[in-house]
């Protein structure tokens, strides 16, 4: 089993919609976790960490539910730039230091 | 601001070449990364350096070996270059923050595209 799975989408969208990613994780001592942002061709980068009680930015949600070990990214009103694809990404501080282990992602294809 | 450096962008290996993947941070930061990314397959794990002198495995070491040589750069070497090694390869750094338990955003670098042919 992946220590962190997505489901690997293509997640086919219009523009204004509301699309939810999960992500599950297999090590139930993993301390932090994020969703990273891949666009086409380029390097991942952070879009926002996941906090115990939920966090939101903007029109982006972030939850996590530890007992089911599940992380969520909720998307509202869809935007053509939010094509991409999204990372789960998992630290589970091993040794007491930063590894940061990724989902396959998800893939978001926002269409006029 | 350059962020992370990795060199080359782009290298077409023949089977059983050698070559060394190169990356500097000027972040400071403690802990680097080397990954590679296959479809359908995201951001596996090579080797990870927590701090300067340390070096561990991850995910998929097999067929390669790495350098923590000071705390700026981490390099990757392929001493034979296979096929299955054809991949784009991610360097990355992170640093902690107050206390451990809290991770902290990792920086790539923009990727080096290699084909071994």
């Known amino acids: 089993r992946k220590e962190v799975e997505q489901d690997p989408g293509p997640f086919n969208v219009p523009e204004g919609a509301t699309v939810a990613f999960n992500c599950t994780y297999s090590n139930s001592a993993s301390q932090s976790f994020f969703w990273y942002r891949q666009d086409c061709r380029k390097e991942p980068k952070l879009l926002m960490s996941v906090y115990s009680s939920g966090n939101e930015d903007g029109r982006f949600t972030a939850q996590l539910n530890r007992a089911s070990q599940y992380i969520s990214l909720l998307i509202r009103d869809s935007k053509l730039s939010d094509s991409a694809t999204y990372l789960c990404?998992?630290?589970?501080?091993?040794?007491?230091?930063?590894?940061?282990?990724f989902g396959a992602g998800t893939r978001l294809a926002v269409h006029p | 601001n350059a962020g992370v450096t990795q060199t080359p962008k782009f290298q077409v290996l023949k089977t059983g070449q050698s070559m060394t993947l190169q990356c500097a941070q000027d972040m400071n930061h403690n802990s680097m990364y080397w990954y590679r990314q296959d479809p359908g397959m995201g951001l596996r794990l090579i080797y990870y350096s927590a701090s300067e002198g340390t070096t561990d495995k991850g995910e998929v070491p097999n067929g390669y070996n790495v350098s923590r040589l000071n705390k700026r750069e981490f390099s990757l070497r392929l001493e034979s270059a296979a096929p299955s090694q054809t991949s784009v390869y991610f360097c990355a750094s992170s640093d902690q923050q107050g206390s451990v338990l809290w991770g902290t955003e990792a920086f790539f670098g923009q990727g080096t595209r290699l084909t071994v042919v």
């Open positions: 990404v998992v630290n589970p501080l091993s040794g007491g230091y930063n590894k940061l282990i």
